[in-house]
T-cell receptor, first 113, second 114 residues
Framework: DAGITQSPRHKVTETGTPVTLRCHQT?????MYWYRQDPGHGLRLIHY???????DKGEVSDGYSVSRSKTEDFLLTLESATSSQTSVYFC????????????FGSGTRLTVV | DQQVKQNSPSLSVQEGRISILNCDYT??????FLWYKKYPAEGPTFLIS?????DKNEDGRFTVFLNKSAKHLSLHIVPSQPGDSAVYFC?????????????FGKGTHLIIQP
């Protein structure tokens, strides 16, 4: 498997608290993505990065921010968690500008109570 | 507005038979299509892809067909095996190669019956 790890794997947090999810890769891939998976919605893009300090919004970016200070790490922050952000979050990486099969991490299951 | 549609939430197929998963899209700018397979508690894994310049791509038991005029693609698995039981996502990218992300369908849960 490609070197991509997500942490934590599971998290329960309270409404209104900030939460940061981490995606770490050892593949030196330029592109990194955060998706969320919800029943009835499939996978939806939150934010993506095309290089260090270069990020952009996806389809469902409200309430989320990201940072990429080095190639290997892409952080997703829920500024003030809400119950609607209960979801499974997946990070993905790609090594060039082409959809030749993103590689996904194993996911983080986040529950906001 | 859903740009990639998988209208069958689930599909049950007998082991050894052909599984056909369907996907429709609305965005005429999509030029590359992919299928991902997902097991519970794991991330999606890339299965097969097809460029809009082709109408068929084959990889072992998996074949993807693209009908651009109908904006329709399908994934054929033959013969179906128990390990094929998973959720299958159709995904697409527009010109630009997908650097700005893939658009996914909602998925189809394939169940292979023994």
């Amino acid at each position: 498997d490609a070197g991509i790890t997500q942490s934590p794997r599971h998290k329960v947090t309270e409404t209104g608290t900030p939460v940061t999810l981490r995606c770490h890769q050892t593949e030196n891939h330029r592109y990194m993505y955060w998706y969320r998976q919800d029943p009835g919605h499939g996978l939806r893009l939150i934010h993506y990065s095309y290089g260090v300090k270069d990020t952009d919004k996806g389809e469902v970016s409200d309430g989320y921010s990201v940072s990429r200070s080095k190639t290997e790490d892409f952080l997703l922050t829920l500024e003030s968690a809400t119950s609607s952000q209960t979801s499974v979050y997946f990070c993905a990486i790609s090594d060039f500008q082409g959809p030749y099969g993103y590689t996904f991490g194993s996911g983080t299951r986040l529950t906001v109570v | 507005d859903q740009q990639v549609k998988q209208n069958s939430p689930s599909l049950s197929v007998q082991e050894g038979r052909i599984s056909i998963l369907n996907c429709d899209y609305t965005n005429s700018m999509f030029d590359y299509f992919l299928w991902y397979k997902k097991y519970p508690a794991e991330g999606p894994t890339f299965l097969i892809s097809i460029s809009s310049i082709k109408d068929k791509n084959e990889d072992g038991r998996f074949t993807v067909f693209l009908n651009k005029s109908a904006k329709h693609l399908s994934l054929h698995i033959v013969p179906s095996q128990p390990g094929d039981s998973a959720v299958y996502f159709c995904a697409a990218s527009a010109a630009g190669g997908g650097a700005d992300g893939l658009t996914f369908g909602k998925g189809t849960h394939l169940i292979i019956q023994p």
